[in-house]
């Protein structure tokens, strides 16, 4: 079977992204505080950072792909640049059709228009039933908790309190979570749950 992690970089106060995402501000406003350690602190944080893009496939959701809704920019190649970090497939989960692009590196962004299940299905097939990571946004990762999809969480947390944005756990069943690690890095404390099944 498939084994499915998620690494969300969070604020204190449980968000993922600032408010008014856009094209400009990708990650909302303050949004880029949650991802410093990743980039000023590298070396403190090495094993979290090969871990982040260590899966077999990816799912994530359209805003965490480009800032736009409706129709496809066909210009719009994501984020990333030409090559991305993944270099496996990755499934955008959409409501408008869009043809797979592939990119340098090894990554394939596929658009799925069925939901998180056909996500999944797909991810479970282009893995072997490896390993499959929800790599955001905080939509895309609370509809695979209430799935029940998720078998490890690992949170990011900044010392940041955003106050409102796109938040971690909202409108979700109680979820069962087993403590497997923490650390703390200067500009992060790293937590590591098991998901467990509903009691």
Same mark, same amino acid.
């Given at each position: 079977?498939?084994?499915? !992690?998620?690494?969300?970089?969070?604020?204190?106060?449980?968000? /993922?992204?600032?408010?008014?995402?856009?094209?400009?501000? +990708?990650?909302?406003?303050?949004?880029?505080?949650?991802?410093? %350690?990743?980039?000023? &602190? +590298?070396?403190?944080?090495?094993?979290? $950072?090969?871990?982040? &893009?260590?899966?077999?496939?990816?799912?994530?959701?359209?805003?965490?792909?480009?800032?736009?809704?409706?129709?496809?920019?066909?210009? %719009?190649?994501? %984020?990333?640049?030409?090559?991305?970090?993944?270099?496996?497939?990755?499934?955008? $989960?959409?409501?408008?059709?869009?043809?797979? $692009?592939?990119?340098?590196?090894?990554? !394939?962004?596929?658009?799925?228009?069925?939901?998180?299940?056909?996500?999944?299905?797909?991810?479970?097939?282009?893995?072997?039933?490896?390993?499959?990571? /929800?790599? *955001?946004?905080?939509?895309?990762?609370?509809?695979?908790?209430?799935?029940?999809?998720?078998?490890?969480?690992?949170?990011?947390?900044? +010392? /940041?309190?955003? *106050? =409102?944005?796109?938040? $971690?756990?909202?409108?979700?069943?109680?979820?069962?979570?087993?403590?497997?690690? *923490? =650390?703390?890095?200067?500009?992060? !404390?790293?937590? &590591?749950? =098991? /998901?467990?099944?509903?009691?």
């Amino acid at each position: 079977m498939a084994y499915v !992690t998620s690494d969300p970089a969070v604020s204190a106060d449980g968000f /993922v992204a600032g408010p008014g995402q856009s094209r400009q501000d +990708p990650i909302g406003e303050g949004g880029e505080q949650l991802h410093r %350690w990743m980039f000023d &602190t +590298p070396d403190e944080n090495t094993a979290e $950072l090969a871990a982040i &893009t260590a899966a077999d496939a990816f799912i994530m959701g359209r805003n965490m792909f480009g800032p736009g809704r409706g129709d496809w920019d066909p210009d %719009w190649r994501g %984020w990333w640049g030409e090559d991305p970090p993944y270099h496996k497939p990755v499934f955008v $989960l959409t409501h408008h059709p869009r043809a797979d $692009l592939v990119m340098q590196g090894g990554t !394939t962004f596929s658009f799925v228009t069925g939901g998180l299940q056909e996500a999944f299905a797909r991810a479970r097939e282009a893995s072997g039933d490896g390993r499959i990571s /929800v790599a *955001g946004g905080a939509s895309t990762i609370n509809q695979a908790l209430a799935a029940g999809i998720l078998d490890e969480l690992r949170l990011h947390i900044a +010392p /940041v309190v955003l *106050g =409102r944005g796109e938040r $971690l756990f909202d409108g979700i069943p109680p979820v069962r979570l087993e403590q497997l690690s *923490g =650390r703390s890095a200067s500009l992060v !404390t790293h937590l &590591t749950y =098991r /998901v467990l099944p509903p009691a």
